[in-house]
T-cell receptor
Framework: GIQVEQSPPDLILQEGANSTLRCNFSDSVNNLQWFHQNPWGQLINLFYIPSGTKQNGRLSATTVATERYSLLYISSSQTTDSGVYFCAVEEWGGSYIPTFGRGTSLIVHP | DTAVSQTPKYLVTQMGNDKSIKCEQNLGHDTMYWYKQDSKKFLKIMFSYNNKELIINETVPNRFSPKSPDKAHLNLHINSLELGDSAVYFC????????????FGSGTQLSVL
C-alpha cells in the first residue's frame, strides 16, 4: 500500500512564528487532505487539496502531485494552533480509503 | 446539528465483555469508515463501507464487526474485549466517489480493564 511520511514529527514554536509541515507520499494519489487534531481530540478537516494551492486565513496548503509531496503553512501561529496535524491520501485507483501519516505534533507557546 | 455523531464518548469495560459503538451521519454521504487511533496517535483504517462494498483491513481481528442498518449508520461491534483493544475509535464519512472531504465524529475512548 501507499506510504505517507510527515515531517517534522514534533515542532515547538513561539506564538507569532511561521512554520511549514511536510507530507511525502510514495505513489500517485486521487486526493490529499490535511487535518488538525486539537488537544481535545477532535479531528478537523483543514484542506482537501489533491493538487495546487489553497488558503484559509493563516493556513495555506500546496500539493505538488507530480513530485509526491504536500506542504502545510501556518503563519503567525497562535496557541490554538497546537495539536497534531495529519496528512491523509487516497491511492490512485484505490478503494476510496484515506491512509494517514503519523502526524506532526505542534506546540505553540504564548 | 452534528454532522457525524458517535456514542458513547467514553466506554470503560472489563476484559471479555461485548460492546458496541454507534455512529450516525446526517450528511447524506455514501461511504462510512471506522478508524482506530492508538496511544501514539496513529490513525489506522479498520473498515470502509458503502452500499456496495465492505472493505476490511486484514489486520483487524474478527472480534470486530461493522453493522450498517441503513446508509446513515455504521455501528462497531466488538466481542470478547481484550486489553489491547483500548484506544480511541473514530467514525468518519465522506462522499467518497465524488472525491470529497472526510468528516470525523468526536471519537470514543475505549478502556478495557
Amino acid at each position: 500500500g501507499i506510504q505517507v511520511e510527515q515531517s517534522p514529527p514534533d515542532l515547538i514554536l513561539q506564538e507569532g512564528a511561521n512554520s511549514t509541515l511536510r507530507c511525502n507520499f510514495s505513489d500517485s494519489v486521487n486526493n490529499l487532505q490535511w487535518f488538525h487534531q486539537n488537544p481535545w481530540g477532535q479531528l478537523i478537516n483543514l484542506f482537501y487539496i489533491p493538487s495546487g494551492t489553497k488558503q484559509n486565513g493563516r493556513l495555506s496548503a500546496t500539493t505538488v502531485a507530480t513530485e509526491r509531496y504536500s506542504l502545510l503553512y501556518i503563519s503567525s501561529s497562535q496557541t490554538t494552533d497546537s495539536g497534531v496535524y495529519f496528512c491523509a491520501v487516497e491511492e490512485w485507483g484505490g478503494s476510496y480509503i484515506p491512509t494517514f501519516g503519523r502526524g506532526t505534533s505542534l506546540i505553540v507557546h504564548p | 446539528d452534528t454532522a457525524v455523531s458517535q456514542t458513547p464518548k467514553y466506554l470503560v469495560t472489563q476484559m471479555g465483555n461485548d460492546k458496541s459503538i454507534k455512529c450516525e451521519q446526517n450528511l447524506g454521504h455514501d461511504t462510512m469508515y471506522w478508524y482506530k487511533q492508538d496511544s501514539k496517535k496513529f490513525l489506522k483504517i479498520m473498515f470502509s463501507y458503502n452500499n456496495k462494498e465492505l472493505i476490511i483491513n486484514e489486520t483487524v481481528p474478527n472480534r470486530f464487526s461493522p453493522k450498517s442498518p441503513d446508509k446513515a449508520h455504521l455501528n462497531l461491534h466488538i466481542n470478547s474485549l481484550e486489553l489491547g483493544d483500548s484506544a480511541v475509535y473514530f467514525c468518519a464519512s465522506s462522499q467518497a466517489e465524488q472525491n470529497e472531504k472526510l468528516f470525523f465524529g468526536s471519537g470514543t475512548q475505549l478502556s478495557v480493564l
